[in-house]
């Protein structure tokens, strides 16, 4: 299967929504990328316009960004892109949703210090179920 990949590079537009599933751990949270390009005529930077993208993570990624990204830091983000057409009220409606493979901050804009997380030991009875102990 074909798929597209995209790297986006921009600001986190809400707070991250983190929820326990019975398939995992999952989040989502709105994405800002705004263009930026020099106008040659006014000979200034310009800003293009605003384009947001829901971005969904899972598993591990999905903690780990919960607890690591905040609203307005600038990140960068890589994944599988997916457009949604639907219709509403009558009215034909658009999305773009990326389901994230990769999120870190953009360093171009900051510094961050990097913590690796602990993986948890599984409980003795999950190690070797019905041995006795």
């Known amino acids: 299967m074909n798929e597209t990949l995209v790297t986006l590079v921009g600001h986190v537009a809400t707070q991250v929504d983190y929820r326990e599933t019975p398939n995992g751990p999952s989040a989502r949270f709105r994405f800002a990328v705004r263009p930026r390009f020099v106008d040659r005529q006014k000979q200034a930077w310009t800003d293009g316009p605003t384009s947001f993208y829901t971005v969904w993570v899972r598993r591990s990624l999905a903690a780990n960004v919960a ?50 997380v602990a993986r948890a030991e599984p409980l003795l009875t999950e190690v070797q179920k019905g041995a006795v102990v």
């Open 67 to 116: 607890g690591s990204v905040a609203v307005g830091e600038p990140l960068v983000v890589h994944g599988r892109l997916r457009v949604r057409d639907e219709e509403r009220d009558g009215r034909r409606w658009f999305s773009a949703d990326v389901d994230a493979v990769a999120v870190g901050h953009d360093l171009s804009r900051g510094t961050a210090a990097f913590r690796r």
